[in-house]
């Protein structure tokens, strides 16, 4: 990471604002931090409007400080209770309308390798369950189906938390919430084998438990796109507003959760696996413990 997309003008470094100062001075952009660092500088994001104990808050933290270069990355989003906390971070982040994150990706990113042939420009989609399994299944598909090189998070809190409580595609079978007062009728939706069969490069499917195993497979995400193609990240970040988790119990509900349905696993292609092995892992910026 550095500053060569911004810089300060010499002379007005004194006049910018205290925390801006912090980013330059000692933030993400200057070199890349370590997990265990996080809380103790100017994060890319510190203050949001999402509600206490979110782990998507702690996931969307975890992605700002594993991306390889801050200032060439750009998140695609659309509505749903991460955009809140996420428009806030110093990234640039482009609004989608709901269910079209990855078409408008997929321009973003063809755009930006033709305007910036020689330099290396991340997008990132970062949605919900229902803006990339539910309405936007479409844009998600179609985007891998063509091999667009870049990274499709999913904030998976198995409902949409955002406008009341309705079950989505990756709500689990028999669940009961305030709108689904019957219970689901359906089985979750099984996105890791849909991008499997769609011939995304690199699929993982994480929970918020271990902070630099997160980071670290958002950054070889990421990495793997820029070269190989597109890749895939399932988070399960829980809604405990929707599900009744006590604020103090939203991480423990998660290791639960993770040893019964939601263990870490990861796939590769096999070209892709071969670009990790050679060159990928030896990126300089590896995310650290």
């Known amino acids: 990471m550095s500053l060569e997309t911004i810089k300060v003008s010499p ?13 330059v001075d000692d933030g993400p952009f200057v070199k890349q931090r370590k997990v265990s660092e996080m809380g103790s500088f100017k994060e890319a994001i510190e203050e949001h409007p999402m509600c206490a104990g979110c782990a998507m808050t702690l996931f969307i933290r975890l992605t700002y400080v594993a991306l390889p ?21 110093a990234v640039p ?8 994150t ?4 997929s321009g973003l990113k063809r755009g930006l390798d033709i305007r910036f042939p020689n330099q290396e420009k991340d997008v990132v989609v970062m949605a919900g ?26 904030l998976d809190n198995e409902v949409y938390g955002n406008t009341g409580g309705q079950e989505s595609g990756m709500t689990q079978k028999g669940t009961v919430m305030k709108m689904a007062p019957l219970g689901k009728k359906g089985e979750k939706m099984d996105m890791i084998a849909l991008a499997k069969t769609s011939g995304v490069a690199y699929i993982a499917r994480v929970a918020p438990t271990n902070p ?33 988790i006590p604020t103090p119990l939203v991480m423990d509900d998660a290791r639960e ?3 019964d349905r939601y263990g870490f696993t990861e796939y590769f292609t096999d070209e892709a696996k071969s ?11 590896t995310v650290k413990k």
């Open 69 to 89: 270069s801050l200032e060439n990355s750009v998140i695609v989003g659309t509505a749903g209770c991460g955009r809140l906390a996420i428009s806030q971070g």
């Open 102 to 105: 990855n078409a408008v990706a």
């Open 212 to 244: 630099t195993r997160v980071a670290n497979t958002i950054r070889k995400a990421v990495l793997i796109a820029r070269e190989v193609g597109p890749t895939y990240i399932q988070a399960y970040t829980s809604c405990n507003i929707e599900y009744a």
């Open 275 to 285: 670009y990790w092995d050679n060159t990928g892992r030896k990126i300089k910026g």
């Open 257 to 259: 959760v993770e040893a």
């Open 129 to 154: 369950d229902g803006g990339l399994a539910d309405i936007g299944f479409h844009a998600v598909m179609h985007s891998w189906f063509r091999n667009e090189k870049f990274t499709t998070i999913m």
């Open 93 to 100: 982040f482009i609004y989608g309308n709901y269910g079209d």
């Open 11 to 23: 002379g007005f470094e004194k006049y910018l604002p205290k925390e801006y100062q912090d980013l």
